[in-house]
């Protein structure tokens, strides 16, 4: 740790404003050049993690290597830096103050009042030191989640603060406003930026440099006027204008040389700018594709699309991997019936019905794998996605009618999903279920062998119930077949048609591991699947 560079990114006026692209953007301009960066999340909810939250409260639920149930900030830095991130790199409030009753339980502050400082400060640099101590990481960049001014976020910018005292020109704190445009009067205001400031200043932590979220341009004079009232360079205010993707920041703060002042604060050489040529490769591919493809993401969470945003994501990469444009059409899955099932799949080019818990939604999914197995269309079922193929194939192949899974029915007869055996006996709800990566061994035959080009792969996972191998026989012998199984457990990972086109069911989550650069590959093959399917049916 002791080369370590330690940046805090900050929010102010208002949340959703980006922090987390950022500060992405900003570790993948650093990398280019050649440093190595990794990134953390602190999040001021008192929750222990996300895994407990409804989708609706916080988006998706984000799951790394090793296991941790994780904000979803951490798929972008994953997704940017096409690095793994862990248990580390994500810390909440809950999480701290579990720790420190901990401590204070076994006797380790020896008998001391325990209190917000320092125990809880403390405890808070510990976990951002601990990051750095993990690697040998020649940047470390620490989103403080929410916005400043937020109770829970005050013991948070504390730890900032002694921290600048204690690392001094190691330490460097990014501001990110909002410098919002009133239509009325046709200006800028940058008084909600100044004010946020005033509140970091409150708290004893000077920024040492701005992002302006804007919708339109910044003049010179607006970067003066701010920098002025806000008590730092011209240079270090920086605009960050509305985009029409997430993966055009790095290249816009770039251009602004939001790392260029960055190492100049820290007394390091610039050198060259980095040239970014597989990001803008990328790019270009998203931007011009060839071909357009329409698919149907069947799921109960379809208001909020932060509820799948990895699966968003996953189809960006893919897509411009394959120079194709896709377009998702949300499907609620409560709306789908045999009545409606024509209309909302009659132009659709490949099916997904996507993760989740519960019995809300269940029987639209279920009619969506049935109808996407009747029809021909490309299907792709991921996790529950999986197992409501299997309950359908079930039902309307097997003949097995109350075929279930008994996550929705514990009392049905033929429970081709069920528990699994370690889970029996949990009881809490709280990171209980299989999370992290676990390996998979592939048919050599199979579409999955295909797209991976390996038969041994590692996947992530974060779910209870599986595929209840009593019935694996007879389904093989009707069609539907076990080809990616976990050799340890005997678990069946991924499921297929072997005379559908392209009809495969996982029950892990790859699209926990599609990046920029290595887009997953069952979502490029599904994609090239949805293409043949278009042209097959146009001719």
């Excluded at 001391?112 to 976990?127: A, F, G, N, S």
Aim: one cysteine or more; a positive charge; charged letters at 25%.
């Amino acid at each position: 740790m002791a080369n370590t560079k330690f940046i805090f990114v900050t929010g102010g006026v208002t949340s959703s404003l980006g922090k987390g692209i950022i500060s992405a953007s900003l570790a993948k301009l650093l990398q280019a050049r050649g440093f190595t960066v990794s990134i953390q999340k602190l999040d001021p909810y008192i929750n222990v993690d996300p895994g407990t939250l409804n989708p609706f409260e916080h988006g998706e639920c984000y799951v790394t290597e090793d296991g941790a149930e994780t904000d979803l900030d951490l798929g972008h830095y994953e997704r940017f830096l096409n690095i793994y991130t862990s248990q580390a790199n994500s810390v909440t409030t809950g999480r701290i103050y579990q720790e420190v009753i901990n401590k204070e339980r076994r006797g380790e502050y020896l008998g001391k009042t325990v209190q917000i400082i320092p125990h809880i400060t403390d405890e808070i640099k510990r976990r951002v030191k601990l990051l750095s101590a993990r690697g040998k990481y020649d940047f470390v960049i620490t989103e403080i989640g929410g916005t400043v001014g937020d109770i829970e976020s005050l013991p948070y910018i504390e730890a900032v603060r002694q921290f600048r005292w204690e690392l001094k020109n190691r330490c460097m704190v990014i501001h990110l406003t909002l410098v919002p445009y009133l239509a009325a009067s046709g200006e800028l205001k940058t008084k909600p930026t100044q004010h946020s400031v005033k509140t970091l200043l409150e708290a004893g932590v000077q920024p040492d440099m701005l992002v302006l979220r804007t919708a339109q341009p910044l003049t010179s004079d607006i970067k003066i006027k701010v920098a002025n009232f806000c008590n730092v360079q011209k240079e270090a205010v920086v605009e960050s204008r509305d985009l029409s993707t997430i993966y055009e920041v790095p290249l816009e703060m770039q251009k602004e040389k939001l790392d260029e002042f960055v190492l100049s604060h820290f007394g390091i050489t610039i050198g060259e700018k980095p040239q970014l040529k597989a990001w803008k490769d990328f790019l270009k591919k998203y931007k011009n594709p060839k071909r357009f493809i329409e698919l149907a993401l069947v799921g109960k969470y379809v208001d909020l699309k932060d509820a799948y945003k990895s699966i968003n994501e996953a189809f960006i990469h893919a897509g411009a991997f394959c120079e194709t444009k896709v377009k998702i059409n949300y499907i609620q899955a409560e709306d789908v019936n045999e009545k409606s099932s024509q209309e909302f799949f009659k132009n659709i080019d490949g099916i997904l019905v996507a993760p989740g818990f519960g019995h809300r939604g269940i029987e639209g999914k279920i009619l969506a794998a049935k109808y996407a197995r009747e029809n021909k269309i490309p299907f792709f079922g991921i996790c529950l996605g999986m197992q409501v193929a299997i309950i359908e194939f079930a039902q309307n192949v097997l003949n097995l009618e109350d075929a279930n899974s008994i996550e929705m029915d514990r009392t049905c007869i033929n429970p081709v999903i069920s528990l699994m055996e370690e889970q029996k006996l949990v009881n809490e709800k709280g990171g209980t279920m299989r999370l992290g990566s676990y390996s998979c061994k592939l048919s050599k035959n199979s579409k999955a062998y295909k797209a991976y080009s390996s038969l041994k792969i590692k996947e992530r996972h974060r779910h209870r119930y599986e595929f209840n191998n009593i019935y694996k026989e007879a389904f093989s012998k009707a069609g539907l077949i076990a080809t990616g199984v976990n050799l340890e457990t005997q678990l069946v990972e991924i499921i297929e048609i072997p005379k559908h086109p392209w009809f495969v069911g996982v029950q892990f989550h790859p699209e926990y591991k599609s990046t920029v650069i290595n887009p997953h590959p069952l979502f490029v093959d599904f994609i090239k699947a949805a293409v043949d399917f278009k042209i097959k049916n146009k001719n």
